[in-house]
């Protein structure tokens, strides 16, 4: 007995969707890229070399059956149009290449559409020996984790605690990622306080809990 071979694979496989679609706008700078093909692929031909983003954006790709993600190290630009290739080095499961580069566009959101929903500090307590520094990091996001540039921080100490420690500097605007960073300084009474920090559009403060040891 003896049993043929199945019909073999000749056709190329292409892109049949991507998230972002072409031209799409007011894409969140965290967002991950998508390309969806018509067929399974070799996941070992799916690289950073065959799935690029323009304007030199590094991250890391991952294929899981026929959906390619290319995750970026960092957040996008915020108003800035990037272009996504999907190059003819892919392969099928065949072996089958595509027959050209695939390339797709879309630009990202302002930063002043995004509102802030959160805001957290970290540390969130210190044990400051007296007359030391300490350097706590305020993040601000919008809604699914986007970070928010250009909103204004401002840091307040609790009326008890006005001669105990200083917060320099007083008010900063966050940076791409939504940081910004603030010293507490102690002085040279032992006791306890807390440091606010409030961002615009938001009522509840990130508050650290101050022990000057």
Do not use: H
């Not at 072409?22 to 070799?42: H, K, L, Q, Y």
């Not at 050209?100 to 500090?121: E, L, M, Q």
């Not at 900063?172 to 300084?185: E, L, N, P, S």
């Amino acid at each position: 007995s003896f049993t043929t071979t199945s019909v073999s694979d000749t056709t190329p496989p292409t892109v049949s969707s991507t998230n972002p679609t072409n031209s799409a706008t007011g894409i969140a700078v965290n967002t991950p890229i998508t390309a969806t093909f018509s067929e399974e692929m070799d996941v070992s031909t799916i690289t950073t070399s065959t799935f690029i983003l323009s304007s030199g954006v590094m991250g890391t790709v991952t294929c899981d059956g026929n959906t390619a993600t290319f995750t970026p190290s960092s957040n996008l630009s915020y108003s800035t149009t990037y272009s996504a290739t999907i190059t003819n080095g892919v392969m099928d499961l065949s072996g089958n290449v595509m027959m050209s580069n695939y390339t797709w566009s879309f630009t990202t959101t302002a930063a002043t559409t995004v509102k802030a929903a959160s805001i957290v500090v970290s540390p969130t307590e210190l044990n400051l020996p007296k007359k030391t520094s300490k350097v706590v990091t305020v993040t601000v996001t919008g809604e699914n984790g986007v970070p928010i540039k250009g909103a204004t921080v401002t840091a307040t100490i609790d009326q008890n605690g006005k001669n105990l420690v200083s917060i320099s500097p007083t008010n900063k605007v966050t940076d791409d990622k939504g940081r910004a960073t603030f010293t507490i300084t102690s002085m040279s009474t032992t006791a306890e306080t807390k440091v606010n920090f409030q961002a615009s559009g938001l009522n509840k403060p990130a508050i650290v809990a101050v022990k000057v040891l």
